[in-house]
């Protein structure tokens, strides 16, 4: 490692980086803002600057900024020079000229990097005295608050919303010290990402406005190491509670998978925990249909009658732990069990699995999909189902650039001038889906193909890479493009709900692999632990459909948080309903299934319990509690033992705690044995002590409660986790996944990850990634293809084709205010051929009739969709009688009433000026 | 319905002469936001200033985000995202002007127009705006007004350039 002085200490650096990195490295504090470790340098804001000295001879030096400065063996540079020492202040200074005293009132305070850099220069006294510029606010959306006076010009939200995240409808305007960040007009950020300005921006120009809404300073929240629950990707995340409300949730820094940044759906979506909706109390139904909240207690006595010598049935579910749903298997035995997938999803999910555990290709996490030169998605609409991966596309296109950069010589980290040599080169990134996607605009191929078409092309291609001889024009260029490729990366998912095109995504993948040793393969899920309940399902597991057949000969039907409304279709949801049998339903919210059920339980959500989850690798993770459960909810898995205690058969009585559950699984079989790694259990102490949910700094835990009682009340004993609600203990080297929030003395900010990593950018210092579960025999798939195409449709006949959607489509969070907001209507997408042809136009009103469907849904009429095919939206109250893959036809409803375009507040004058009668 | 309306009407705000003038400067860049500046200053050079509709019609015949082209129309000093006057009088204020007396001769110009910096006067002849430099130091101070420098500005020189303006009753 190449050595260089700094200040006279010789401190070691990595061959390539710059010297800022290197200082940050070598536990040295350089202020900074510009520079962002995913972002790299562009030297705007000048604030690390530092003297370099040209010669051992040379005592002036001059000043160079460390961002920008690539270390090389034996320079010589100092921070702590009068010269650099002042510079670095008066910069501050210059930027402190605008900004206002606001800190009381700003919801940055506490956890804001200005704070920390300006203390950290030791400019302490303002001199300037005249007028500070003010700026005009805008509404972006019920997500994000604009503070504009607090700007520094440091450009990162700009570089992060357009450059990295590839948003286009935010920028910087005007010049000199007028320069303003935001959108040509007040609306609605379009970036499914934008909630990261939250964390990006170094002071509180974007900062998070439900959390504003009920908000609390950084150090007053109580935090805890969590998993996001928005998709099957896995994000690590650090929810915050505070008063029994979970207030915000912070991106949390995992090297493998989120990095720094999660999708609005993660940091936005968990708003559901606080909803008015949430269920407290066990209700039992009595005969007129009403529910009545009773003890729990009595519940369980009740349910006892329902459990004893009688059979029941558990159906499972896919955003429930892995824990629940394995008791659930456990106790009730598995010719007992469903996984609770619907049954277009279980099949999909059972070849995506086998997929995984024979392909001879690499499942990357999702910063090695960054590495791809080559990528072929494989009808899966990535930016919707799994936002993250998107994010990591987006990175991945980019080698293209780099690798011309490290012809010219520039450095990755010179963002700047790799990003102008670059322009609009991009690697190759070739989108095979049925219709429209966020990615479109990055993509250099992109083909609109029916699902069936979609695993026709892929079985074409795998078979022209391995040498067949196939005349197809878009099949020999893919082909030739993934070949050259060093690492080709194949995407696909169970978003199309298609096993097909999984087994036609397992071929490419073996073929590539073949023909190169470095090919990934990456399959998307649809929810958090899709995965890990399609992982219990063996050969005796029910699906729903023989669930409802078997209604007559159940008892007792046990429901682990599903709701099977969004998973069955109406008629099975009326022989439910219909049905004598005992429905015990667990579950965090109201929804239609508890509705139909006899008994319900009141479950805690994520946030208030432990759980694992398998994400789309098959990687095990673990959230904690962020705060003790409510009223009488408990963890679904706490439910379940004492349920299974009141059964004759009392196989799970002896468990009495959590790691005992997680004892138990990895008991159960080969492939959970790694479980008990996947975090540290409750014995874990770090140099004696539990690790502390709240800071040290943690304010007013005595008088909280003040306007009730002022008695002090005890503080919740955590028996089941190695974390305490408490502020004594440390956090600093404990495993990454016991890492609750960061912070570092002088940075406040979340800054301080860099604090917590083993170098800039690189693993955290004591990094538990969660534990893989599916390691492949790397057979290939090797599966013979033989299967039905349904031949051509008649006139006025579509195949219909499920859309995603961030926000709408995934369930939990639609319960959540600002989600909902955003979710708009249900819609039926179709071509604008198709809008012609059925004399229709955005935003009017279609019927689609299908099956025992006869619905009417908004148009909205996209770029591009396949021959014969239309989308749903998924997900949506109104299109849940409607299935993937179903023929429907579509006639005008001419009673449609367009609904009125979104307003917000500024736009009253127009709507008056507009008059009603233009939107009738 | 409404769409459709409001898309007619953006393909409508760019007449077909300013159109084709753009087209032609799309011939000598590789990209097409290349062109914004050059279609910034094409419309601007006919209509005095850019509105919200023609920026909105200019970014999409350049197919770029009218975020994007706002980017660059608020960055530049002489892209007018407000109405001017008929003609904009840019004047200068910079050292040479400075040490040469410009301040009076501002004075004097606001006080013959009525205006000061960043105003249009009551007739919509004229609008004032400072500029760092025309490049005429050795003539200093100096004026454009529209397209002409006027130089060695004194009072009389003032009065002679907006005497047509001083005749009528508005002032």
């Not at chain 1, 039992?284 to 009740?302: F, K, P, Q």
């Not at chain 1, 004594?728 to 860099?754: A, C, F, I, K, M």
Request: proline letters at 4%; hydrophobic letters at 35%.
């Amino acid at each position: 490692m190449p050595k260089v002085l700094v200040d006279g200490q010789p401190i070691e650096v990595n061959e390539g980086e710059n010297l800022l990195e290197a200082c940050l490295n070598a536990g040295l504090d350089l202020p900074y803002f510009c520079w962002h470790p995913a972002m790299g340098s562009v030297g705007s804001c000048r604030q690390c600057a530092v003297v370099q000295y040209q010669s051992d001879e040379d005592t002036n030096g001059r000043i160079v900024m460390g961002c920008m400065t690539e270390v090389k063996e034996g320079a010589r540079f100092s921070l702590e020079t009068e010269n650099a020492v002042q510079f670095r202040e008066a910069i501050i200074e210059s930027l402190m000229l605008n900004h206002p005293h606001d800190c009381p009132v700003c919801s940055e305070g506490g956890e804001c990097h200005l704070q920390d850099m300006t203390v950290m220069v030791g400019h302490r006294d303002r001199r300037y005295t005249g007028k500070k510029n003010t700026h005009r606010n805008q509404y972006l959306g019920p997500l994000i608050n604009h503070e504009m006076n607090r700007c520094i010009t440091c450009y990162r939200c700009e570089r992060f919303y357009k450059d990295y995240a590839g948003g286009k409808d935010f920028g910087a305007q005007a010049s000199r010290d007028r320069v303003f960040f935001g959108r040509q007009t007040d609306g609605v950020l379009e970036s499914e990402f934008s909630g990261n300005l939250v964390e990006v921006c170094p002071t509180g120009v974007f900062t998070d406005k439900p959390f504003l809404a009920h908000y609390s300073r950084k150090w007053d929240l109580q935090s805890a190491p969590s998993i996001c629950t928005g998709c099957g990707v896995g994000c690590n995340t650090a929810p915050g509670e505070r008063y029994g409300r979970l207030k915000r949730i912070h991106n949390r820094y995992n090297y493998d998978i989120n990095g720094y940044f999660i999708c609005d759906r993660g940091r936005f979506g968990a708003g559901y925990v606080n909803n008015k909706e949430r269920i407290d109390y066990a209700g039992l139904r009595e005969v007129d249909g009403s529910y009545s909240a009773i003890r729990h207690e009595n519940a369980l006595a009740t349910a006892g009658q329902w459990l004893n010598d009688k059979r029941v049935v558990g159906i499972g579910s896919p955003r429930a732990s892995l824990e629940s749903n394995f008791l659930l298997k456990h106790w009730l035995g598995p010719a007992n069990f469903s996984s609770g997938l619907s049954d277009a999803e279980g099949p999909g999910m059972k070849q995506l699995i086998k997929v995984l555990s024979t392909t001879k290709a690499n499942v990357p996490s999702v910063r090695q999909m960054q590495s791809a030169d080559a990528i072929l998605i494989l009808g899966e609409d990535v930016a919707n189902t799994a936002p993250r991966i998107s994010l990591a596309l987006r990175q991945a296109v980019r080698n293209k650039s780099f690798s011309m950069a490290e012809e010219a010589g520039i450095p990755e980290w010179q963002d700047a001038a790799v990003r102008n040599l670059g322009q609009d080169e991009l690697s190759p990134l070739i989108i095979v889906t049925s219709s429209e996607s966020r990615l479109d605009n990055i993509a250099s191929h992109i083909y609109s193909l029916s699902p069936d078409a979609i695993a026709d092309f892929g079985f074409s291609l795998a078979a022209r890479l391995d040498g067949s001889d196939i005349e197809d024009e878009m099949v020999c260029g893919v082909a030739d493009i993934l070949s050259q490729a060093s690492r080709p990366l194949v995407v696909s998912g169970i978003g199309s709900f298609s096993p097909d095109i999984l087994s036609s995504a397992a071929k490419v993948a073996d073929s590539l692999s073949n023909l190169n040793k470095k090919a990934m393969l990456s399959l998307c899920v649809s929810e958090s632990n899709s995965m890990g309940v399609a992982m219990l399902s063996d050969e005796h597991t029910l699906s729903l459909a023989s669930v409802m057949e078997q209604l007559d000969d159940i008892d007792t039907l046990v429901i682990l948080e599903n709701d099977l409304s969004r998973r069955l279709d109406r008629s099975a949801l009326q022989k439910l309903s219909e049905s004598k049998v005992n429905i015990i339903a667990l579950d965090v919210i109201e929804n239609s299934t508890l509705n139909r059920a006899s008994m319900v339980l009141p479950a805690a959500s994520f946030a208030e319990s432990e759980g694992s989850l398998v994400n789309f690798e098959g990687r095990a993770q673990r959230y904690f509690p962020v705060f003790e459960p409510a009223r009488d909810r408990l963890p679904s898995w706490h439910w379940l033992i004492k349920l299974a205690s009141l059964d004759n058969d009392n196989k799970l009585s002896a468990l009495a705690c959590f790691d005992d559950v997680v004892s138990l699984l990895a008991d159960s079989d080969k492939k959970w044995e790694e479980i008990v790694k996947v975090a540290p259990g409750q014995t874990f102490r770090d140099r004696g002590q539990k690790i502390p949910r709240q800071t040290h700094r943690y304010s007013g835990r005595t008088a909280m409660n003040a306007s009730v009682s002022v008695h002090e009340p005890p503080q919740p004993k955590d028996n089941e986790t190695a974390l305490a609600y408490s502020m004594e203990g440390l956090n600093r080297d404990q495993p990454s996944t016991l890492s609750p929030y960061v912070w570092s003395p002088g940075w406040n900010s979340n800054h301080s990850v860099q604090k917590f990593q083993s170098k800039v950018d690189g693993q955290h210092k004591n990094q538990t990634p969660g534990i893989i579960l599916i390691s492949s025999n790397q057979n290939g798939f090797g599966e013979s293809v033989s299967y039905e195409r349904t031949g051509a449709l008649e006139a006025n006949n579509w195949t219909l084709i499920p859309i995603a959607c961030i926000h709408g489509s995934e369930e939990l969070s639609s319960y959540t205010k600002e989600i909902a907001e955003l979710s708009g209507n249900a819609f039926i997408a179709i071509s604008e051929d198709a809008a012609n042809a059925l004399g229709v136009l955005d935003g009017d009103g279609l019927q689609v009739i299908g099956g025992s469907a006869e619905i009417s849904l908004e148009v909205r009429v996209v770029d591009r969709m396949a021959e014969g095919c239309v989308g749903y939206s998924v997900g949506y109250e109104e299109t849940l009688s409607l299935a993937p893959g179903q023929t429907v036809r579509l006639a005008k409803d001419a009673s449609w009433i367009r609904s009125k375009p979104h307003l917000i507040a500024t736009d009253g004058a127009s709507e008056a000026s507009l008059g009603e009668s233009l939107y009738v | 319905m409404m769409e459709a309306l409001i898309q007619t009407d953006l393909a409508s705000v760019l007449t077909n002469e300013e159109t084709a003038a753009i087209d032609a400067e799309l011939e000598h860049v590789p990209y097409k936001s290349g062109a914004a500046i050059d279609a910034l200053k094409i419309v601007q050079s006919k209509r005095g200033w850019i509105s919200d509709e023609c920026l909105t019609a200019i970014s999409k015949h350049l197919e770029m985000s009218v975020d994007e082209l706002e980017g660059i129309a608020t960055f530049y000093n002489l892209i007018y995202r407000k109405p001017v006057g008929e003609k904009v009088i840019l004047f200068c204020d910079s050292v040479s002007c400075w040490i040469c007396g410009c301040e009076d001769a501002k004075e004097k110009v606001s006080k013959v127009l009525n205006i000061g910096y960043g105003e249009t006067t009551a007739d919509n002849k004229y609008t004032l705006l400072p500029v760092p430099c025309l490049g005429a130091c050795d003539r200093a101070p100096v004026m454009m007004v529209g397209d002409e420098l006027i130089t060695n500005l004194d009072d009389a020189k003032i009065e002679a350039t907006f005497s047509q303006s001083l005749l009528s009753e508005d002032y």
